[in-house]
């Protein structure tokens, strides 16, 4: 190769964009859409009308936000970070290696997403799915746990394995995920310009870019039955005729014999809505966050998660 490789800088700019779009994004739409997501994952024998009474029965309006604080909000800060360095340094492995921009930016995305799995996602969504799904003890006159003493009982139950309980499905959805994101994303914008009739490599507006994005996270959601394993993995909620020490495969053999194929895509249209508006978050409030964190940090964003 005559050319010479240059690693991408990991700036703090763009760590600070990615935590306040993913920041942003968690706390207006994102946290209720996970919430709905997980509990009729957990509740697949629920209708959509029954699994939205029971979050309204759970503390009404602030039902649809278990599990933000300080979980979610951990999650969304951390994330993007361990994404950008790990999805950077793959991506430039790769490139070295004699991958194309493609392969390689395929191949960072899925490594960045196994690391955001195993480094901060494993139990945030651990502790988000045990807030949603956990019995209300207040129904028996107890008073409820706090988030941190459900988090200690746990520990001392079951130590990190307890606490990081699912967190192979997450790293499997998570490089499904980013993988078939990237690609189908890719497809769609090749799409749309030989629909808007523009040119190899002339750039998208901001619609455009949001379409060709919604179009490959909707796509992604053939992952979901990972998603609905991930989420039994994590429940409490309890069942006598559920295996002890569930792994992936088990979980997926329990969920289809009580359930059926409509079981392992429950959730799958609120999931949908969440990436759509993740995608709008990034796409649409990005340019403007971009401008006002390089008047804040005098540093040119040259990213985005």
Known sequence: MSTSLERKPVKFSNLLLGAGLNLFEVTT?????????????????????????????????????????????????????????????AEFRAKSL??????????????????QAYATMGFCTCMKTVEITQHKMAAQGVKPQSTFATFMDIYRREGIRGINRGVNAVAIRQTTNWGSRFGLSRLAEVAIRRVMDKEDGQKLNALEKICASTLGGGLSAWNQPIEVIRVEMQSKTEDPNRPKNLTVGKTFKYIYQNNGIKGLYR??????????????????????????????TGEKVTAKH
């Open 29 to 89: 739409l994102g946290q209720p859409l996970e919430v709905i997501k997980t509990t009729m994952a957990a509740n697949r024998s629920d209708t959509f009308a029954g699994a939205m009474g029971r979050i309204w029965g759970r503390g009404g309006i602030l039902g649809y936000y278990q599990g933000l604080i300080p979980w979610a909000w951990i999650e969304a800060s951390t994330k993007g970070a361990v994404l950008l360095f790990v999805a950077s340094e």
């Open 98 to 115: 004699g991958a194309n921009d493609f392969f390689s930016g395929i191949l960072g995305g899925m490594t960045g997403g196994v690391a």
């Open 267 to 296: 959730g799958v249209a609120p999931r949908i809505g969440l990436g759509i508006w993740q995608t709008v978050c990034m796409v649409a409030l990005g340019d403007m966050a971009k401008e006002a964190v390089e008047k804040l």
